[in-house]
């Protein structure tokens, strides 16, 4: 859905996903490493643009553009759907960032901070490919609970993949959000040397 969500953290940034990241998005997502356990996206900038506008078009859909906030840099996409309103819950992901970023941690952080802050949402969840190891030590490190398995939940050339399901509530992200929060900080120091000095 088109909305006017934007959040700062210490190096980088959510904003709203625009037609002009087509290209970018296309980029990010036909990497066969960053993109090996996403659906197939649009092959082409045209395509990924003509699904945008439908976006622009669904509700209960944020999709977001992470952004240095120094160079202005595009590091990656994430986004919050299926925005329930009666359980005031909702997914996220979509959550693919470029080779070398630094932005994983913080812009989880942001993530979270536009659910519950900006949203207003009680939890969030995401469902995870039970074969990407990498990614689910990142939500069991940051403080993600992992509720159930998913069995066959996702199809990935014509193989059927479990999902293992995590989540986190407003009162868990109140309790870890200061450390998380701080980490990103520290890890921000290493994007952006003006931060390191102003903290030295």
């Not at 996403?38 to 045209?46: I, S």
């Not at 359980?87 to 080779?99: N, S, T, V």
């Not at 989540?167 to 990103?184: C, D, F, G, P, Y």
Request: glycine residues 8%; aromatic residues 10%; charged residues 30%.
């Amino acid at each position: 859905m088109q909305h006017d969500l934007e959040i700062d953290g210490s190096a980088f940034r959510l904003r709203p996903v625009r037609l002009e990241d087509a290209a970018f998005i296309v980029e990010l997502r036909s990497d066969p490493e960053r993109g090996r356990y996403l659906h197939k996206g649009a092959p082409d900038a045209g395509s990924q643009e003509t699904w945008l506008r439908t976006y622009l078009r669904t509700p209960g859909d944020c999709y977001f553009v992470i952004e240095n906030r120094s160079s202005g840099t595009r590091e990656g996409t994430a986004g919050i759907y299926n925005i329930h309103a009666g359980r005031r819950d909702a997914e996220w992901g979509r959550w693919i960032l470029r080779r070398g970023s630094l932005a994983a941690l913080e812009s989880a952080c942001l993530v979270y901070r536009a659910g519950f802050e900006m949203l207003g949402l009680e939890s969030m969840y995401c469902r995870t490919i039970a074969e990407n190891a990498a990614a689910l030590a990142f939500h069991d490190s940051f403080g993600v609970e992992r509720i159930r398995r998913l069995p066959r939940y996702f199809e990935r050339d014509g193989r059927h993949l479990d999902a293992i399901e995590g989540r986190l509530t407003r009162s868990r992200w109140r309790a870890l959000r200061e450390s998380a929060e701080r980490k990103a900080a520290r890890a921000a120091t290493w994007t952006n040397p003006a931060l390191a000095a102003a903290s030295s």
